[in-house]
């Protein structure tokens, strides 16, 4: 059993302050013990759900996540709502991913049942969403898996929506992980955003745009996720640039001339490959989410380069020397202003899509 706590000032503020989606889900589970409740949702850890040791130890990464990505089990939606078919599920995804995948431990950060009951899924995420700094190497999204938190939702969503109460612990869980890491609500991501995959199911894909409503209306900021630019053969200019600049970083031997030509497609599809993304040679929505991180002052590099020649084609001129100094920052800052965006100075990933529109 683990330690269970009353409800703390923050939390009594947090049920208080918003709609308290999902608090009555929550009480039975602090009730039942083996549910940490610290200040935000009840998440049953896997000590709870009697989850095996992890074949050999999980990684502990000294940096927070950059984005939250939602799935579906693609299991049957079952009508047992209860605890125990939680647990059950939790149990049953753990031994397919380490007997069948050969993974050390289950793959995704958390779990959303039927019955809107809230697991953690790889040893440690929750001890490190609690702590805030750290996040867990997981196995859920390819590519993804040192920047991602991964949530599976139990059921299949490609015909039906998830119940409203499962929607709503979802919820609660993505608000929760956007507080703990400092993340926005845009930053909600569907697996098929990165992987060619129908996960998580037209439907459950579909509700994202209102997840980040919802989870907006929680944590603050515009829930507007990225649009992106498909790019392809014959195309020419500062994006085609800049793309080819994030695929250098990425291990391409390309040069960056700003013209799409048979070799940049080459890099596109072997980069798609790699990720395991749809392999058609058009850099699209896939191509850029794999592509683009949050580049921040004191980094240098080709994906420097290409905020740089970006800023610079958006009318903010700015030395493209590769490193991210106060200049650059100063200029990713005004460029924000204009577009309407926080002004922090740090090209994430909504910025590099206004950079690049
Ligand atoms: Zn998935």
Redesign the pocket.
Known sequence: MTPVSEPGPRRRAFLTGGLALGASAALPLWAAGGAHALDGPAVADTTAWGARPASSPVRLLPTPPQKI??????TANVTDLSRDQAFRLARAMQNWAMDEKQWIDTG?HFTVSRGAHVLEGRHSSLTTLRGGTQMVESA??TGQNTVAI?I?NEGTYTTVDPRSEQYAALVELCAYICRQYGLRAYQIY???DF?A?Q??GDRLYALLPQLRRDVAARVGGDPTAPVWPLLRSGDTGDRVRALQHLLVRRGAVITADGSFGPATERAVRDFQTLTTATADGYAGNQTWHQLVGPVRQGDSGEAVRAVQLLLTAKGVPTDPDGAFGSGTAASVAAFQSTAGLPADGVADARTFSRLLA
């Not at 990505?69 to 693609?74: D, N």
């Open positions: 990505i939602v799935h579906h089990t693609a995704q859920h999204c991964g599976e569907g697996h098929r992987n995959t996960c998580p």
